[in-house]
């Protein structure tokens, strides 16, 4: 059983910074790629950013300059510092990891957390 807890979502204004983090728990071998995805209400799931176990990053064009992805491998947990915050970012953010159990790979999700920015 694998689970991924995201924390540190709210509410802030424009021009503000919040900081998320996402912690990998359970029967994992080894985490392959991390990232964070997010989903506006009448919008589909479009990812953010992500990580690889060796520490390339990639980020969607609307985040660049803004987000930053980091990992810390030894306590499986993902982290995006967002900064500048624009009403745009509203969205639920949902913590993904391409992982490895001692049986199989597979993607996991956590439950999301929301993000609201105010204007």
């Known amino acids: 059983q694998v689970q991924l807890v995201e924390s540190g979502g709210g509410l802030v204004q424009a021009g503000g910074s919040l900081r998320l983090s996402c912690a990998a728990s359970?029967?994992?071998?080894?985490?392959?790629?991390m990232g964070w995805y997010r989903q506006a209400p009448g919008n589909h799931r479009e990812l953010v950013a992500e990580?690889?176990?060796?520490?390339?990053?990639n980020y969607a064009d609307s985040v660049k300059g803004r987000f930053t992805i980091s990992r810390d491998n030894a306590k499986n947990t993902v982290y995006l510092q967002m900064n500048s915050l624009k009403p745009e970012d509203t969205a639920v953010y949902y913590c993904?990891?391409?992982?490895?159990?001692?049986?199989?790979?597979?993607?996991?999700w956590g439950q999301g957390t929301q993000v609201t920015i105010s204007s």
């Open positions: 993904k990891a391409y992982l490895r159990t001692r049986t199989a790979f597979g993607t996991y």
């Open positions: 359970g029967s994992i071998f080894s985490i392959i790629d």
């Open positions: 990580i690889t176990s060796g520490g390339s990053t």
